[in-house]
């Protein structure tokens, strides 16, 4: 697919060497440290993975990245700007999309880049060329005049990624982006993913709890447990440091200190069902 000129003539340029670094971040809730002094450094125009069991700081760590959750300590740039001193810098430059179905349902696919566009504050010409981009990269250019509660769950998650694109972010963060989703709309959304890499130079971390996903999608990962960084690097010289014949599994059980099977408790069943239902 070639990217039209419209999207990615504006893709933030930057000279920064990393599209995000933290140092010693740390968020503590009372006594309890959900975020331990974490170090990370994610270049720019990679797909980055953040892996660990439930509790082990994934979210917390989104939240403070985007901006919703100041840390407690330490310090953290995304885009080149402080998530403190500078998180309106940070927020022009980020995309997120979370678990929660972002997308209304009593609208068109149309209708919720519309909406979108008026919130990034683009004008009507601008912000029609580029819903028309954006329809056109995610394959959804067909469904455009349909109702999002007539879509797949696929194609839900595919105009989410589009809404979260229009302003043209220079990184994405996106908290589980296939959970629910069937094998042929989760590589459909791979694929996108990809293309966004490949074409637009677009920075992406991404957490999940799908081992194949985490060896399709990423260059490099960080494995988290109890709020500390256990590993960190390419998902083949992780698997190649185990042993000969390890796969993605036994790496996260190894360094997550837990099984993946093992990790799923009732409330986390149900809002992976909840999930699953909202989209389709």
């Not at 629910?180 to 999940?208: E, S």
């Not at 988290?224 to 998902?235: A, D, I, N, Q, R």
Request: some cysteine; charged content about 20%; hydrophobic content about 40%.
């Amino acid at each position: 697919m070639v990217p039209s000129s419209h999207m990615n003539s504006t893709i933030f340029e930057t000279p920064d060497r990393f599209a995000i670094q933290t140092v010693a971040l740390t968020r503590q809730f009372g006594r309890l440290t959900a975020v331990d002094h974490i170090a990370l450094k994610v270049h720019y125009g990679e797909i980055f993975g953040l892996l660990g069991a439930n509790g082990a700081g994934k979210s917390t760590m989104i939240k403070m990245l985007t901006t919703l959750l100041p840390p407690t300590s330490g310090s953290a740039e995304v885009g080149g700007f402080d998530i403190v001193t500078s998180p309106a810098e940070v927020r022009r430059r980020i995309g997120y999309v979370s678990q929660l179905l972002s997308a209304d349902g009593a609208l068109t696919g149309f209708e919720n880049l519309q909406l979108s566009a008026r919130l990034y504050g683009l004008d009507k010409k601008e912000g029609k060329a580029r819903i028309s981009d954006a329809l056109n990269f995610m394959g959804l250019t067909d469904s455009a005049s349909k109702l999002v509660r007539t879509y797949s769950g696929g194609m839900i998650r595919r105009l989410e990624l589009a809404q979260a694109m229009l302003h043209r972010p220079a990184i994405l963060f996106l908290d589980e982006p296939t959970i629910g989703l069937d094998p042929v709309a989760r590589h459909t959304v791979w694929d996108r993913l990809l293309d966004l890499r490949q074409h637009y130079g677009m920075t992406v971390l991404i957490t999940t709890h799908d081992m194949e996903e985490a060896e399709m999608l990423c260059d490099n990962l960080a494995i988290l447990h109890t709020g500390k960084v256990s590993v960190t690097g390419k998902p083949g010289e992780l698997r190649a440091g185990l042993s000969q014949d390890a796969t993605m599994d036994d790496v996260f059980a190894h360094y997550a200190g837990e099984a993946i099977h093992e990790n799923t408790m009732f409330g986390d069943v149900a809002r992976i069902r909840r999930t699953a239902q909202r989209l389709g």
